[in-house]
Each structure stands twice: as C-alpha cells, then as structure tokens.
T-cell receptor, first 113, second 115 residues
C-alpha cells in the first residue's frame, strides 16, 4: 500500500465525542488527502495538505478539521462526531512528479452511534 | 453537481467475456484520467491511467479508450476473470496549483465475473 498506514483501522464511537484519525506515510510525499467513501457516493475529498502546516478544504469539509505538523503525518479530526459521519475514511498521498496519481491507504471504518 | 458520471452501477460478466465501464466528464480542464480498482476491505489501487493526448492505452487485459471531443472515457477488461471482481472507479484530475492535482471520482461500478 505504497507505505501508507492508517490508524485506527476500526472505531466505534458515540455521537458528540471527538475522534482523530491518523495517516502516516513513509514515502516523503508532499501531498496528502483525506476522503470518505459512502455507498452511492464514491470517494469524496474532505481536506488535503500541500505541505507541513498547509491545508485546504475539499468538497465535504464541514464538521472536519485537519492538521499536518510533520511531512509523514496527516490527522483528521471530527470535533463532535455525528451519525452522518459514519463512513470509511481513506488517506491518499501524491508526490510532486506524479501529476495526479494518488496512492491510497487501507482505510478506517468509523461508526458513530 | 456531479463532474464525473460513471455507468453502469453494477455489471455481471461471464468468465472470458469483456467488461466495459463508461465515464463522462464535464470540465474540459481535466487532464489526467485514472482508473482505480478496489477489493472489499481494501483501499483503491491505481489500475491504469491516460492523458488526453492519446486515444487509447493498453496494459495487459486492461484498456482505456478516450474520446476527447465527446468528453468520455471507458475501461475495457478483456478475458474477464473471477479475480477481476471488484469495484472500479474512474476519476479525473486537474491541476490545482503548483504540482497539486485534485481527483474527482465517479460513483463506482461493482463488477462481478461469474466462473
């Protein structure tokens, strides 16, 4: 999986609790992305990062925040989880020379009760 | 506003047959068109990709056909095998500044190849 790990791989939490998902890469790639995957919606971009401390919003960013303090780590935080955030979350990475090619991690299945 | 439309949603093919999945896009700024393959419980994996300066790209049993004027591209899987059973996503990418390219995905096609 192109040197990408995600943790945790599975999580069950309750509505209103904060949740942080972690993506770790060993490829030293500049760009990192967070997607959510839901049946009937495909993959939708939540946030992305184009360098340490440089992040921007994707198409479904409401209710999510991100941080990137090191090249290798990209964190996704749900400040107050809601049932609509039950989903599978994927991290992806891309390098400067790869022009659109993104490599995905194994995913985190999050259930918000 | 769905920028990449993928069809069909599901597809059943017999072993040895040809699987065809179609995608259409709206934004002419897209300049990179990858296809991803995803098995249950796994992340999407890049299968094959094409740029708009060519009309076809073949890698083994997988071929992308690209029609720039019609803004359509398709994935053909020749001699389909049960091991090809997976969900396939088309995507389109455009430069978002510097060397950052954001992908827009189709909604996916669940392919089942019967033995």
């Amino acid at each position: 999986d192109a040197g990408i790990t995600q943790s945790p791989r599975h999580k069950v939490t309750e509505t209103g609790t904060p949740v942080t998902l972690r993506c770790h890469q060993t490829e030293n790639h500049r760009y990192m992305y967070w997607y959510r995957q839901d049946p009937g919606h495909g993959l939708r971009l939540i946030h992305y990062s184009y360098g340490v401390k440089d992040t921007d919003k994707g198409e479904v960013s409401d209710g999510y925040s991100v941080s990137r303090s090191k090249t290798e780590d990209f964190l996704l935080t749900l400040e107050s989880a809601t049932s609509s955030q039950t989903s599978v979350y994927f991290c992806a990475i891309s390098g400067d020379t790869q022009k659109g090619t993104q490599y995905f991690g194994p995913g985190t299945r999050l259930t918000v009760l | 506003q769905q920028q990449v439309k993928q069809s069909p949603q599901s597809l059943i093919v017999q072993k040895g047959g040809i699987s065809i999945i179609n995608c259409a896009y709206e934004n002419t700024a897209f300049d990179y068109f990858p296809w991803y393959q995803q098995f249950p419980g796994k992340g999407p994996a890049l299968l094959i990709a094409i740029r708009p300066d060519v009309s076809e790209k073949k890698e083994g049993r997988f071929t992308i056909s690209f029609n720039k004027s019609a803004k359509q591209f398709s994935l053909h899987i020749m001699d389909s095998q049960p091991g090809d059973s997976a969900t396939y996503f088309c995507a389109a990418s455009k430069n978002s500044g510097g060397s950052n390219y954001k992908l827009t995905f189709g909604k996916g096609t669940l392919l089942t190849v019967n033995p």
